[in-house]
């Protein structure tokens, strides 16, 4: 992953700690990386609720997710969740949800 993207996702990662409709919103979005149906899917109308630069990180990781040829998951369980806000941990409580993390500590995820 290139350094653009890692910190898009990094800065997405971050809203997630907080309490609001923009962090429910991405939170929505990255958890529908791992899986869509079952752990809340995102609107793409959500855009139009976010900051435009939180759009943008959106739109960056998304091209990357998109780019890519194979579905990339972290493979091992972790227990991140605590960091981020009662309404997003209740939106990751799936005990199916492989991980939530900054990229730093996943070392499974290549360029």
């Known amino acids: 992953m290139d350094e653009t993207t890692r910190a898009a996702f990094e800065r997405l990662l971050t809203i997630t700690r907080s309490d609001t ?17 079952d752990l809340g899917s995102f609107d793409i109308a959500d855009l139009f609720a976010v900051d435009e630069a939180i759009a943008h990180d959106m739109a960056t990781v998304f091209a990357y997710v998109a780019g890519r040829p194979v579905a990339e998951y972290q493979p091992k369980r972790c227990d991140a969740r ?3 806000s009662p309404t997003v941990r209740l939106l990751a409580a799936d005990p199916r949800l492989s991980c939530i ?10 360029a």
């Open 21 to 37: 409709g923009q962090s429910r919103r991405v939170a929505g979005f990255i958890l529908a990386w791992w899986n869509a149906i």
């Open 82 to 84: 605590s960091g981020l």
């Open 101 to 110: 993390r900054p990229l730093s500590t996943i070392s499974t995820i290549t």
